[in-house]
């Protein structure tokens, strides 16, 4: 059974960090592209992240500068590392693989940026 949990989230002061995880079970993650994406309440999911098999990144214009991703296929693991958090961030962080017209989804994790 392929799973991709998200693990990480939680309420970070506008300023703060956080380093979101995805962990891949039931499949390995290394012919896949990985991603990140956000839905914050009453928007549309937005895609926040994305990394290649070969390593190569992309990034939503809001985040560029402010978020890196990271994947470690040994141990089937993507990272979102999240600095300089703003309010605007707030939203469920969604991990995504995809492989052609194959595609996995995890359940999300809830980041809350908040004084």
């Known amino acids: 059974q392929v799973q991709l949990v998200e693990s990480g989230g939680g309420l970070v002061q506008p300023g703060g960090s956080l380093r979101l995880s995805c962990a891949a079970s039931?499949?390995?993650?290394?012919?896949?592209?990985m991603r990140w994406y956000r839905q914050a309440p009453g928007k549309e999911r937005e895609l926040v992240a994305g990394i290649t098999s070969g390593g190569s990144t992309n990034y939503g214009e809001s985040v560029k500068g402010r978020f890196t991703i990271s994947r470690d296929n040994a141990q089937k693991t993507v990272s979102l590392q999240m600095n300089s958090l703003k309010p605007e961030d707030t939203a469920v962080y969604f991990c995504?693989?995809?492989?052609?017209?194959?595609?996995?989804w995890g359940q999300g994790t809830q980041v809350t940026v908040s004084s």
């Open positions: 039931g499949m390995t993650i290394r012919p896949y592209v």
């Open positions: 995504n693989a995809a492989l052609g017209l194959l595609g996995y």
